[in-house]
Nanobody, 127 residues
Framework: VQLQAFGGGLVQTGGSLRLSCAAS????????IGWFRQAPGKEREFVAH????????SHADSVDGRFTISRDNAKNTVYLQMNSLKPEDTAVYYC??????WGTGWQRKAPADFGSWGQGTQVTVSS
């Protein structure tokens, strides 16, 4: 499966954006998906995770209550709704397929447990 993230842009502090992660290739509905972000000079960090059906989600503490991950398997798309954005949310955002045996990548939150990384989308939050 190939993934592509889009929907980023420039927004002011307190604003909102919705990122999309579109899948092509193999059937999408059997995969757990993660969102990560990477700011300049920093390591890639976990943002959110959703299981194959959408019944279970996990969010990083730094975005919990502000960001929401969801999915629409009929549209082969995972979303990341980002509200109350802060300058520290500025980063390139990536989506990726959870490659752990049971879709439990949310436990370690490690980029090494994910693959099929899509091209990222830049999010810039101005102060």
């Amino acid at each position: 499966v190939q993934l592509q993230a889009f929907g980023g842009g420039l927004v002011q502090t307190g604003g909102s954006l919705r990122l999309s992660c579109a899948a092509s290739g193999r059937p999408f509905g059997s995969y757990a998906i993660g969102w990560f972000r990477q700011a300049p000079g920093k390591e890639r960090e976990f943002v959110a995770h959703i299981n194959w059906s959408g019944s279970r989600t996990s969010h990083a503490d730094s975005v919990d209550g502000r960001f929401t991950i969801s999915r629409d398997n009929a549209k082969n798309t995972v979303y990341l709704q980002m509200n109350s954005l802060k300058p520290e949310d500025t980063a390139v955002y990536y989506c990726a397929v959870d490659h752990t045996p049971w879709g439990t990548g949310w436990q370690r939150k490690a980029p090494a447990d994910f693959g099929s990384w899509g091209q990222g989308t830049q999010v810039t939050v101005s102060s």
